[in-house]
């Protein structure tokens, strides 16, 4: 097959929709990125730095854990009265990866989406100011997780308390989706969250059942600038997402790998200012690979 047949048909694979003049530059990049990859506790980690703005027109660094298909890894979500760092959830449960997870009030802790674990209702989905019936953007996506510890994802119904009625016992939610059944989530038009480039967290899944979770570091300005959610939602599609939820970005943005990184943080979260791996905020809940 001639070569530039060969590139149109990986970019047919690889693109969506052009968006702010994002395209085959921008596809074939996150391609053909010098991905450092590894196999650690059977787990596929592979990280990259866009540090020529070669992806979106700005540098980026970004981190992605692949659960195989068929590997008896599990998710679980944990939570606690007293917020945590994604390292500390993940060694009190000798995790092997974490990310962090969803929503919190960062004033008392408490979590500000639906969250249950256990079989038990932790936390639920905060009302908005003028409409206590609806639930607000960023809390329309669960992530269900089934006896075998796999997720499952679902656009809840718009009713504020809809996921009391499901009958899982562990589901977290978050938002928004950005991919459901292989297509793109329309987001709306808000600029601070949705447009802005911040640090993110996302999990996903493939049509085979491979799980990804990412993390993209941002308010580094030039050397890790962070992503929108039209972005966020090209890589994900790029990783061969059919199913994808943005969960807490910002300075929650945190993945830990056992064994690496300081301490087994392998991205650069913000809290502390510095492009390292040291400054970890106190979350209140997080997903964990067991």
């Not at 074939?28 to 506790?41: E, G, I, M, S």
């Not at 089934?146 to 997720?151: F, V």
């Not at 718009?158 to 009958?167: D, I, Y």
């Not at 939610?173 to 600029?191: C, D, I, N, S």
Request: aromatic share 8%.
């Amino acid at each position: 097959m001639p070569r530039l047949l060969i590139l149109l048909v990986l970019s047919s694979y690889f693109l969506l929709p052009p968006a702010r003049g994002q395209g085959i530059s921008d596809s074939l990049a996150f391609a053909k990125a010098p991905w450092q990859c590894d196999t650690v506790h059977g787990l596929r980690y592979f990280h990259t730095h866009f540090n020529h703005r070669e992806l979106f027109h700005s540098n980026q660094y970004i981190t992605v854990i692949e659960i195989p298909r068929g590997a008896k890894h599990r998710l679980c979500f944990v939570s606690d009265t007293a917020r945590a760092t994604v390292s500390e959830f993940a060694t009190r449960l000798g995790a092997l990866a974490a990310v962090n997870g969803s929503y919190f009030d960062m004033r008392t802790g408490s979590p500000i989406c639906y969250l249950r674990i256990g079989g038990r209702q932790l936390g639920i989905n905060t009302p908005g100011r003028n409409d206590t019936l609806n639930r607000k953007y960023y809390q329309f996506a669960t992530v269900r997780l089934l006896p075998s510890g796999r997720p499952r994802f679902l656009v809840p119904d718009s009713l504020r308390m809809a996921e009391a009625l499901l009958p899982d016992s562990n589901l977290m939610t978050a938002g928004p989706m950005l991919l459901h059944r292989g297509a793109t989530v329309p987001q709306h038009l808000e600029k601070r969250f949705v447009a802005a480039r911040h640090n993110r967290t996302a999990i996903g899944l493939k049509p085979d059942g491979t799980v990804i979770l990412l993390v993209a570091d941002g308010r580094f300005k030039g050397v890790a600038e962070g992503l929108s959610l039209p972005e966020l939602t090209l890589l994900m599609r790029w990783l061969g997402c059919c199913d994808a939820v943005n969960l807490d970005g910002g300075g929650s943005s945190t993945m830990y790998l056992q064994g690496h990184g300081q301490d087994g943080i392998v991205n650069h979260p913000s809290d502390n200012g510095r492009f390292d791996p040291q400054g970890q905020r106190p979350v209140a809940n997080a997903i964990l690979v067991l």
